[in-house]
């Protein structure tokens, strides 16, 4: 499913190179549930953004489904993220304006789903994860874990073959943090999603079959 190769990212501040990713090269299965672990500033965001093509790297290959996304042009390379990989960002990145169904519907607007299909395929996949009561609740009315879940609902409405989760339960407590370890456990057993989450979090870590531990730029070992 994924393959990473020899991949590097620096960036400078003020005259000094901060070596993000430092030669950095593994493979991922289809259906793994990966834990990057490691501390802030570890460089498990940067890695993160560049499997996710957010960002690119200075050198290296990042292969997803036997695809080289160097070899994706900058006008294609949306659509390519849209069809291949869901995020779900430390601070969710949902619109606290919108309801649930309307936050979890909206990737499919841009591939242009008519309106009653986005939220029939929105309204299935909250009722999945739990919160078939809160479909037009903002996110005001919901909880952390709620809101929590419901980004993991917007990451894989449009049925990603990787979903890419940064520090998922950092803003949870223990129990929530459990539920959501749960949630994950569950959509990965349904749809063989492919799970890669950076965390310091043991919760995430327990669930994960496959550990790449991260520091500095590099992976020390791997589980």
């Not at 909250?126 to 005001?140: C, N, T, V, W």
């Amino acid at each position: 499913m994924l393959e990473v190769k020899d991949l590097y990212k620096t960036y400078k501040y003020a005259n000094v190179k901060i070596h993000a990713v430092n030669d950095v090269s593994f493979n991922i299965r289809t259906g793994d549930i990966v834990s990057i672990f490691g501390r802030s500033g570890s460089g498990k965001t940067t890695l993160l953004n560049l499997i996710g093509t957010l960002d690119r790297p200075d050198s290296g290959e990042i292969i997803i489904n036997g695809k080289n996304t160097r070899e994706v042009s900058g006008s294609k390379l949306a659509a390519f993220r849209r069809s291949n990989i869901g995020f779900v960002f430390q601070y969710f990145n949902l619109i606290p304006y919108l309801t649930a169904i309307e936050n979890v519907a909206l990737p499919l607007k841009f591939d242009g789903v008519a309106r009653s299909e986005r939220n029939r395929r929105a309204k299935e996949v909250l009722e999945e994860i739990g919160l078939s009561k809160r479909l037009d609740f903002k996110l005001a009315g919901l909880s952390g874990g709620q809101v929590q879940r419901v980004a993991f609902a917007r990451a894989i409405i449009a049925k990603p073959r990787i979903v890419l989760a940064d520090e998922p339960t950092g803003q949870l407590d223990s129990k929530t943090a459990e539920n959501l370890a749960e949630t994950i456990v569950n959509l990965n057993k349904k749809s063989n999603i492919t799970f890669i989450i950076t965390t310091h979090d043991p919760v995430i870590s327990s669930i994960a079959n496959k550990i790449i531990y991260f520091e500095d730029g590099k992976i020390q070992k791997k589980e």
